[in-house]
């Protein structure tokens, strides 16, 4: 079945560090790809998604590009700021249904 | 309307006891999806709803069941209720061309079960 393993957190940066959290998927056929962002005692917000290979998303500075080749589809920002501080989960589409990864806590410090 | 729209925000059950949980999906989404998201997990998928047909489901018994009505609402239901079903219950909505177009989910309702 279709499975997501993302980077395991804490995850903690300075202001304008560089982030990379790291996804990789098992999936049949063509699955679309996402990362939803859950701040603190809200529910997930679309970051930016993918529907194909060599596709790159992106968002608020966010980036992921959907490779095929190595089943990834890792989330980039250049310069985090504290409110970025968030709950990131790497999200594989396909059979009717989302399939989460664990989500990565991410921690900015000022 | 937009948006995504759960209620209550926060319910306490007691173990045994029958919960329904609503969703208010944005107009136009004939898709709808529920998921139980566990404490320091990711969401679990509970089952979708399309065009007021369950046509999807996760690793979840029976005791869990949902409606959908013809006005963009839907029902979580779940029968009695044990502490494990303790969790956050996302509901998430889609349009016709599906899930490619990516999810739009609510806010949560918390449920505690003691």
């Known amino acids: 079945g279709n499975s997501v393993t993302q980077m395991e957190g804490p995850v903690t940066l300075s202001e304008e560090a560089f982030l990379t959290i790291n996804c990789t998927y098992t999936?049949?056929?063509?699955?679309?790809l996402f990362w939803y962002v859950q701040y603190p005692g809200e529910g997930l917000q679309l970051l930016l998604k993918a529907t194909k290979a060599d596709d790159k998303g992106s968002n608020k500075g966010f980036e992921a590009t959907y490779r095929k080749e190595t089943t990834s589809f890792h989330l980039e920002k250049g310069s985090v700021q504290v409110s970025d501080s968030a709950v990131y989960f790497c999200?594989?589409?396909?059979?009717?249904?989302?399939?989460f990864g664990a989500g990565t806590t991410v921690t900015v410090r000022a | 309307e937009t948006g995504v729209t759960q209620s209550p925000t926060h319910l306490i059950k007691t173990r045994g006891q029958q919960v329904t949980l609503r969703c208010s999906s944005q107009s136009g989404h004939n898709t709808v999806s529920w998921y139980q998201q566990a404490l320091g997990q990711g969401p679990q998928f509970i089952f979708q709803y399309y065009r007021e047909e369950e046509n999807g489901r996760g690793n979840f018994p029976p005791r869990f069941s949902g409606l959908q009505f013809p006005n963009y609402s839907s029902e979580l239901n779940v029968n009695a209720l044990e502490l494990d079903d303790s969790a956050l219950y996302l509901c998430?909505?889609?349009?016709?061309?599906?899930?490619?177009?990516?999810?739009?989910f609510g806010s949560g309702t918390r449920l505690t079960v003691v």
């Open positions: 998430a909505s889609t349009a016709p061309t599906g899930i490619a177009y990516g999810y739009t």
């Open positions: 999936a049949t056929g063509y699955p679309s």
């Open positions: 999200t594989l589409g396909g059979d009717y249904k989302l399939s």
